[in-house]
């Protein structure tokens, strides 16, 4: 579906992502968060998921990069004319050239218009570049099967709060269009349509890890702020481990506290409970897995639909209360999960003993490596990261980083 507005300075396109993009979207995203990108995951569902709106940027007419998956190694060059500005018409048929010499290999996906430009290095995955020029030479490639890409940004809207609350998530751009104003003329366009669809929403809320400079304090409020700890394991490893790490830690002296997970049922009991939302949520939000939700009933049913595990200390008065997202894979490895635990609350042995139930709930079944993120009070950081690793024996994977909630008026 594409969207109404266009942006002509920036000649960019706005659709609604849709499956048929999914590939070209991995391509843009290759390499963002050093592997640990959670939207390959995510997408699927994204697209389906009510009152959410995945938007992708897409360049107007402009030149584009291709991969596509070439087995072979080898280079294919066009010869040159030269000075060649490349307009969409020109380029189909360029495009056109270069499918009659690929006429053995599969058909291109034409529709797409692609526009390729003189010089444009357009990599394969094995490795192999394409170079094009204008006229093609005598070399004859091996059956390629080329796939354009031309989706240069994405960003995702989702409303909640009851409608109050627009969460602006997954935000990219192509690398190779950074730093050209991409990402501010995307955001303005998903901000402008949700005032035009949601004119009940009132503030745009997200979530960074990154440095905030002044800039950014003088557009948003912090709403929150939580330190986050990086550990990596090895699931099964450590689940074979972990009863006799426990017995050790035991006869250390460690004493475990008293942890209880709650039923579907039981949520939204505790949570809604006022002494909760405001003693232990950090300023009565509930983040969850990077995304922030007030602690309401609507809320608590969209959190219903994912599969999360809510431990406390004490069901009956919670002083600390985790919150565990099912493992879920990561572009690092094919054998890599994310593991995501948020934390809520300030005692230390109690966040120490509900780690372990969240290991023991999430653990089994998972065959693989895990990069585990806690998100918890600032001032918790350190202690948890010398037991991670010395009591648990995990690795460190980064040094302390927070994430911030952010909101601004729309
Ligand atoms: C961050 C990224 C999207 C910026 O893209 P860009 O097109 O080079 O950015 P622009 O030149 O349009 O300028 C940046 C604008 O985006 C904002 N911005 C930068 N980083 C941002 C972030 N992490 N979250 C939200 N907004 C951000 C800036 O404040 C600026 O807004 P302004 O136009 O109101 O001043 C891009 O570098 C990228 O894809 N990085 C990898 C993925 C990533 O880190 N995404 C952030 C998700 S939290």
Known sequence: MKLENTCPEQQLEFTVATEKEFDEILAMSKGIYGGLDYLPSRYHSWIR???????????????????????????????????????????????????RRLKRGPALDTAVEPSLGKGDLFKTASGSCWHTNNQPSAFSPPLPVPQIHNQIGLQSVYIVDAGETVLVEGLRVAPWERGKGVAGVLQRFCLEMVKEKHPGVK??????????????????????????????????????????????????????????????????????????????????????????????????????????????????????????T?????????????????????????????????????????????????????????????FCQVALGLELAKGYTEQYLLESDV
């Open 326 to 386: 099912r493992p879920f894979s990561i572009p690092l490895g094919e054998d890599w999960f994310y593991l995501n635990i948020d934390v809520f609350g300030r005692a230390l042995a109690h966040v120490k003993s509900q780690l372990i139930h969240h290991l023991r709930l999430q653990m089994p079944g998972l065959q693989g490596n895990v990069m585990c993120q806690l998100f918890l009070e600032p001032a918790l950081w350190l202690d948890m990261a010398e």
């Open 49 to 99: 998921e009510p009152n959410r709106t995945v938007v992708l940027a897409k360049k107007n007419g402009a030149v584009v990069r291709i991969w596509e998956s070439w087995a072979s190694s080898s280079v294919l060059s066009f010869s040159s004319q030269p000075t060649a500005t490349f307009h969409c018409g020109e380029a189909v048929g360029r495009e056109r050239l270069a499918h």
């Open 203 to 324: 503030v745009s809320r997200l979530t960074r890890d990154d440095k905030l400079g002044p800039k950014d304090f003088k557009k948003y409020r912090v709403i929150a702020k939580q330190g986050i700890l990086l550990v990596r394991f090895n699931a099964q490893d450590l689940l074979s481990r972990l009863d006799l790490l426990v017995l050790a830690l035991e006869e250390g002296g460690f004493c475990p506290e008293p942890s209880e997970l709650l039923m579907a049922g039981e949520v939204a009991e505790v949570v809604l409970r006022e002494s909760f939302r405001s003693e232990v949520l950090p300023n009565q939000t509930i983040i969850q897995d990077w995304q922030p939700f007030k602690a309401t009933a609507s809320n608590l049913g969209l959190l219903q639909k994912k599969e999360l595990c809510w431990v406390v200390d004490k069901k009956s008065h919670p002083t600390v209360a985790t919150l565990s």
